[in-house]
């Protein structure tokens, strides 16, 4: 009697331990692209930008860094908007604007058609230094009078 209620128990304590280590894959997503990072659809804002490691925000206009941009990321067609903020650059202009965008992913290059970005002396695609999902590093080579060309590093966050 003795010896069934070890058996028993083994078997039970078996069970527990096999059924406890399995785990279903099929629960889990694949990671996302950079491109599926930055196509989100979840409005990117300013955060910070550097040159050479300091601080450039005096660079750039007021204006500017209340922009909000949104890329939406879809298959065939990657599309996206800027809204102007509560600070607009030009009253005249409108609040939002549409763009185009595209990603490569083995060069980490960013193509935007329009001046989404708007760093004065930059001009190209950005590249990007890192991407999560509630962080974008770009940079861009920008010409800073009295400084020369440099690297300007610009944060996004959600």
Same mark, same amino acid.
């Given at each position: 009697?003795?010896?069934?209620?070890?058996?028993n128990? +083994?078997?039970?304590?078996? $069970? +527990?331990?096999?059924? %406890?280590?399995?785990?279903?894959?099929?629960?889990?997503?694949? =990671?996302?692209?950079?491109?599926?990072?930055? %196509?989100s659809?979840?409005?990117?804002?300013?955060?910070?930008?550097?040159?050479? %490691?300091?601080?450039?925000?005096?660079?750039?206009?007021? $204006?500017?860094? /209340?922009?909000?941009?949104?890329?939406n990321?879809?298959?065939? +067609?990657?599309?996206?908007?800027?809204?102007?903020?509560?600070t607009?650059?030009?009253?005249?202009s =409108?609040?939002?604007?549409?763009?185009?965008?595209?990603?490569?992913?083995?060069?980490?290059?960013?193509?935007?058609?329009? /001046?989404?970005? /708007?760093?004065?002396?930059?001009?190209?695609?950005?590249?990007?230094?890192?991407?999560?999902?509630?962080?974008?590093?770009?940079?861009?080579?920008?010409?800073?009078?009295?400084? %020369?060309?440099?690297?300007?590093? +610009?944060?996004?966050?959600?």
């Amino acid at each position: 009697m003795k010896s069934l209620f070890k058996l028993n128990f +083994l078997v039970a304590l078996t $069970c +527990l331990v096999v059924l %406890g280590s399995c785990s279903s894959d099929d629960d889990t997503d694949p =990671p996302k692209t950079d491109a599926e990072l930055i %196509g989100s659809g979840i409005t990117w804002k300013f955060s910070k930008v550097t040159a050479a %490691g300091i601080d450039a925000r005096a660079f750039i206009d007021a $204006c500017h860094l /209340d922009n909000l941009i949104t890329f939406n990321f879809e298959t065939n +067609l990657k599309t996206g908007v800027v809204d102007s903020g509560a600070t607009k650059c030009d009253d005249s202009s =409108p609040q939002t604007e549409d763009f185009t965008w595209d990603y490569n992913e083995s060069t980490k290059i960013l193509s935007v058609n329009s /001046d989404v970005i /708007d760093i004065p002396g930059a001009a190209g695609d950005l590249k990007v230094v890192s991407i999560t999902s509630v962080e974008l590093v770009l940079s861009q080579n920008v010409a800073i009078p009295g400084f %020369g060309t440099q690297e300007v590093k +610009l944060t996004l966050v959600h």
